[in-house]
């Protein structure tokens, strides 16, 4: 009542001011749904992939971006298969056409070979039919090599937006970012890709590193020991991930919803 009254002594300029200035707070806190429904702006929650995934135990995965170079895949193979871990491949469709060898010995050594989209592309500057046909094409590629449609899909740049995440998951398929960053394609020293990997890594982490990096693979062998050796074991995403009843909160953590 004071506050109103207080408006009535104000000039109709002053009032006008300060009326607008009002309304212009109030569009900060409060944005209006599609429905019509008025929420406040902090609670509007995003779309999110799934950064990592909430377990008990330390089990991991170990993921690799490959969309340019080729010159240690075999490598990468050959280490992985060494301590028989079964990694998670995404492939861009302009690699898949360079290298369909590498996809099918990725596959045939019991490797994920998943869609990292088609021409890597900025994902959240394209509408969702460009998405749809993008990821399309990809998985279409690898399919034909592998056999396998890819149901993973990890977004170029690690550019997503609420668009990107509700288009694949309508396409039926899971968009996959990562918690623990190798740096490796810095070109940083294998010892500073252990200590980033080994320091950061808990149970449910996915991990990023790339093919074509220059000291990635030496710097696996270490790495994976240090990890075996504190207990960790390794899975790929497609074995990490739930696949209902789940919740993704605010960090991008994967939870199990548990039903009362």
């Known amino acids: 009542m004071k506050f109103i009254q207080s408006l009535g002594k104000l000039t109709r300029k002053k009032r006008a001011v300060l009326l607008a200035l009002l309304l212009v707070l109030a569009a900060g806190v ?9 929420v406040m702006a902090g609670a509007v929650k995003r779309d999110l992939p799934i950064y990592c995934v909430q377990k008990d135990s330390k089990v991991c995965s170990l993921s690799f971006d490959a969309a340019w170079g080729n010159e240690d895949t075999q490598q990468l193979i050959d280490v992985l298969g060494k301590y028989n871990i079964r990694a ?8 898949v056409d ?24 900025h994902m959240t500057k394209l509408s969702a039919e460009q998405i749809i046909a993008d990821v399309n ?28 995440v509700s288009t694949l998951r309508d ?12 740096l490796d394609w810095k070109e940083i020293s294998a010892a500073e890709i252990t200590e980033r990997v080994t320091s950061r890594i808990g149970p449910g982490s996915i991990v990023l590193f790339h093919n074509a ?3 990635t693979p030496a710097a696996l062998p270490g790495l994976i ?33 548990i039903s009362g």
């Open 30 to 38: 409060f944005s209006v749904t599609p429905a019509g429904q008025a």
């Open 88 to 95: 998670t491949f995404f492939v861009v469709g302009d690699w």
């Open 98 to 121: 360079k290298y369909p060898e590498s996809v099918k010995a990725l596959h045939d050594a019991g490797h994920e070979v998943m869609n990292h989209s088609n021409k890597h592309e």
């Open 137 to 164: 094409a990809c998985s279409d590629k690898i399919e034909q090599v592998t056999g396998v449609r890819p149901e993973l899909f990890r977004p170029p740049y690690g550019e997503y937006d609420d668009k990107v």
């Open 171 to 182: 396409m039926g398929m899971y968009t996959i970012q990562w918690d623990v960053d190798s």
């Open 213 to 215: 990096a220059k000291h």
């Open 225 to 257: 020991e240090s990890l075996i050796q504190k207990g960790y074991s390794f899975v790929p995403i497609s074995e990490l991930i739930l696949r209902e009843n789940f919740e993704i909160d605010h960090t991008g953590r994967q939870l199990p919803v």
